[in-house]
């Protein structure tokens, strides 16, 4: 007789007061005798990418019970980057992974079920909700929500968020007036969806699939398509597979799966919060992740996608070219990924991706010419940041990728953002430094797609670099670098950078540098303390004690 987690609260004369609020539930006999299967909807009517997702349950739900099983589903969070964007309330995002984590595993848990299916789409709770089933390690599988189709402007232009966030920073620099703001407001985000570029939601949506987490399609299928349902359905029916098979989490994302997961991330350019969200994930499957390997695979893996910020290519274009699936065939061509390795479909990649076509040269360049021989993301390291920190390469512009300028520096978001929209602070040729923005110091590592829009919207992208201790989102291109590890808060150098220094970057070469001498940095730092955290109270007074530095992941210890 095959036995079950759920055993544990329906089995046997003790377990009956259990069974009489499974009763309560209005579940019959019949049901409570299947596996229980959570069904983890990150349903919310706040969430553009989440407002859908209702539907998405509803048809998960409906392949278990064909399958035979008895789905109960229990909500996670999830916070919009881009309704949060701006104010206090982006302080609250990438923290709010951890609460999505430790909620579902007490969820799960408490509760024994017998699998999961995790029904994220956006932006921290796609990592938080892989976090906790690498945690509990129950058999698992996600479908998420899918993205949000491109825009059209009124000319027919396609358009996407980041050109909404660029076009205020062309209105301050008075490139395009009130109604073409308008216009961008109008028509940037059409549908539900996680937004349509290969931003952060996008990213670790297909980097599940990658790393052997879902189905295919699950991050590339647009959210208003009935494949989406239909891809929902099938998930439903799989996680049934993988309870009698007890097929989990930690037997697919493995150290070997993690290094496909990013080389797949070099391949599409995906956004530098994956190397947040990667190691975080892995630490939780007991794998260990050096931010510095993510150069060993960049060297080695060309870059064959430029979607949006980089280019004028949107999810939509992905998936019609073969999606995930089809950059992981181009990749398996020169053998930069394992194939043997086994995924939530139950069979090795190799089996998964036999049959797949790229079916658009045009949006997946072939291996054999890519846009970069090397990856989309790189780590540079230097005295201006000893443990890291982190570009965006495949979005910067060629001229920007070696660069020195004097720093123009700044101890928030806030006060950069005044700078740069006055149109009288930053000059070609400069380095903003925005600091007391990372784990600790902000705390909660804000995204910081207001300066960096603002910076490309008016046109300085060519000549202006951005460094910080915060983040970014996916959507910021340029010279955006963000993660300096150790941050401002934890006594980083960049801490003590004064207005005027000079700052070298050299992107292809790894190195980041802040000129000036040992001796001087050691006689400022004699005469400095950093600056104490803004938010002293609540859940980020919490956190910002708990919170290591953003080289690890920014993981809670």
Not at 421 to 424: A, E, M, R, T
């Given at each position: 007789m095959t036995t079950y987690r759920s055993d544990n609260i329906k089995l046997g004369v003790e377990r009956t007061p259990n069974?009489?609020?499974l009763y309560a539930l209005g579940l019959t006999k019949e049901e409570i005798s299947r596996p229980i299967i959570g069904v983890v909807s990150s349903f919310s009517e706040i969430v553009p990418g989440h407002m859908h997702l209702d539907k998405i349950a509803e048809a998960v739900k409906a392949g278990i019970r064909a399958a035979g099983g008895t789905p109960i589903m229990f909500p996670a969070i999830a916070v919009c980057d881009g309704i949060a964007m701006g104010h206090v309330g982006m302080k609250y995002s990438l923290v709010s992974r951890d609460l999505v984590a430790d909620s579902t595993e007490a969820m799960t848990i408490a509760h024994q079920f017998d699998g999961l299916v995790m029904i994220p789409n956006c932006d921290k709770n796609v990592p938080g909700l892989l976090m906790a089933a690498a945690r509990v390690n129950i058999p698992t599988i996600f479908c998420a929500g899918g993205p949000m189709l491109a825009g059209h402007l009124k000319d027919g232009r396609r358009t996407c968020l980041s050109h909404m966030f660029e076009a205020v920073g062309a209105y301050h620099a008075g490139k395009i007036d009130e109604s073409g703001v308008n216009d961008y407001t109008e028509n940037a985000c059409p549908s539900c969806g996680s937004c349509s570029g290969m931003?952060?939601?996008?990213?670790?949506n297909c980097l599940t699939e990658a790393i052997g987490m879902s189905l295919r399609g699950n991050g590339t299928i647009p959210a208003p398509y009935s494949a989406r349902i239909r891809l929902a359905k099938l998930t439903g029916m799989k996680i049934m597979e993988l309870v009698e098979k007890n097929i989990c989490p930690r037997d697919i994302m493995t150290a070997k799966a993690f290094d496909n997961a990013e080389a797949v991330d070099m391949a599409l350019g995906c956004s530098t919060n994956t190397m947040l969200h990667l190691p975080a994930i892995a630490h939780e499957a007991g794998v260990n992740i050096?931010?510095?390997?993510?150069n060993e695979i960049s060297e080695r893996t060309p870059n064959l996608c430029h979607l949006a910020p980089a280019g004028d290519t949107f999810m939509e274009d992905l998936d019609r070219a073969g999606g995930v699936y089809a950059v992981m065939k181009e990749l398996a061509k020169k053998n930069l990924i394992d194939t043997s390795l086994l995924t939530a479909t139950g069979k090795t990649i190799a089996?998964?991706?036999s049959d797949v076509e790229n079916l658009d040269t045009n949006i997946i360049r072939p291996i054999e010419n890519p846009y970069s021989q090397n990856g989309g993301i790189a780590v540079l390291k230097g005295n201006l940041a000893p443990d890291g920190c982190v570009v965006k390469r495949s979005a910067v512009a060629p001229e920007m990728?070696?660069?020195e300028g004097p720093?123009?520096?700044?101890d928030s978001e806030d006060d950069a953002i005044k700078a740069i929209?006055?149109?009288?602070v930053i000059k070609p040729g400069d380095v903003v430094v925005i600091r007391y923005e990372g784990p600790k110091g902000g705390p909660g590592m804000r995204e910081m797609l207001n300066p960096t829009s603002a910076i490309c919207g008016m046109g300085l992208d060519k000549s202006v670099a951005l460094i910080t201790d915060g983040r970014f989102s996916g959507a910021?291109?340029?010279a955006s670098i963000g993660h300096v590890s150790p941050e401002a808060a934890s006594g980083g150098n960049i801490g003590l950078v004064h207005d005027g220094d000079i700052i070298s970057i050299d992107i292809n070469n790894y190195s980041i540098n802040l000129k000036v001498s040992d001796e001087e940095l050691a006689k400022r730092r004699e005469n400095w303390t950093p600056n104490e955290p803004r938010i002293k109270t609540g859940y980020l007074a919490r956190y910002a004690k708990l919170v290591t530095s953003a080289d690890k992941g920014a993981i809670l210890e």
């Open positions: 069974v009489s609020l931003y952060t939601a996008n990213s670790m050096n931010l510095s390997h993510a089996e998964n991706i990728m070696k660069h720093a123009k520096v700044f929209y006055s149109g009288q910021t291109r340029g």
